[in-house]
T-cell receptor, first 112, second 113 residues
Framework: RKEVEQDPGPFNVPEGATVAFNCTYS??????FFWYRQDCRKEPKLLMS???SGNEDGRFTAQLNRASQYISLLIRDSKLSDSATYLC?????????????FGTGTRLKVLA | NAGVTQTPKFQVLKTGQSMTLQCAQD?????MSWYRQDPGMGLRLIHY???????DQGEVPNGYNVSRSTTEDFPLRLLSAAPSQTSVYFC????????????FGQGTRLTVV
């Protein structure tokens, strides 16, 4: 089983739609959670950190469920510019070192 | 505001050649790491470092060496390039504590023929 699992998609949605991605992680000792955005052939960039209480940044809402070990990302009012791959990232300790574990990403295509 | 700088952006090697991918960061980050990204595989950790003089292996270390003589620099060496090392390589840095985000360089697209 992969440490971080995501549905690869693609999710094809019309402009203005709401879309949600989920991600599950296997290490219950994981301490930090992030969503990154990656455009084709570019480096990943932080979209938002995910906090235990849930957090919102404009049209984006992230939730963490530690009991079930999953993270979600909700995008409201999708824009064409939201088309990208969204990476779920978990950081936890292994022998005292904090490593980042990346999901394989979920592809989103927003259609005009 | 340089952040994480990787060079070169593109490279073509012949099988058996060696080369070094450069990575430098100016944010005084303790933690630096190298990943490779292949289609359908996501980002896989090659090597990482928690500070100058300290390196360790990640998930896919074979065929690669690293060193960390300064906080700023973390070069990745390919000892004898193989076609299986054709990939996109990303360097990343962050603070050592758990809640810090990782910052990425722009990537190196390597082709081994």
């Amino acid at each position: 089983r992969k440490e971080v699992e995501q549905d690869p998609g693609p999710f094809n949605v019309p402009e203005g739609a709401t879309v949600a991605f989920n991600c599950t992680y296997s290490n219950s000792a994981s301490q930090s959670f992030f969503w990154y955005r990656q455009d084709c052939r570019k480096e990943p960039k932080l979209l938002m950190s995910v906090y235990s209480s849930g957090n919102e940044d404009g049209r984006f809402t992230a939730q963490l469920n530690r009991a079930s070990q999953y993270i979600s990302l909700l995008i409201r009012d999708s824009k064409l510019s939201d088309s990208a791959t969204y990476l779920c990232v978990v950081r936890g300790t292994t022998s005292g070192t904090y490593k980042y574990i990346f999901g394989t990403g979920t592809r989103l295509k927003v259609l005009a | 505001n340089a952040g994480v700088t990787q060079t070169p952006k593109f490279q073509v090697l012949k099988t058996g050649q060696s080369m070094t991918l450069q990575c430098a960061q100016d944010m005084n980050h303790e933690y630096m790491s190298w990943y490779r990204q292949d289609p359908g595989m996501g980002l896989r950790l090659i090597h990482y470092s928690v500070g100058a003089g300290i390196t360790d292996q990640g998930e896919v270390p074979n065929g690669y060496n690293v060193s960390r003589s300064t906080t700023e620099d973390f070069p990745l060496r390919l000892l004898s390039a193989a076609p299986s090392q054709t990939s996109v390589y990303f360097c990343a840095s962050s603070y050592g504590t758990g809640k810090s985000e990782a910052f990425f360089g722009q990537g190196t697209r390597l082709t081994v023929v």
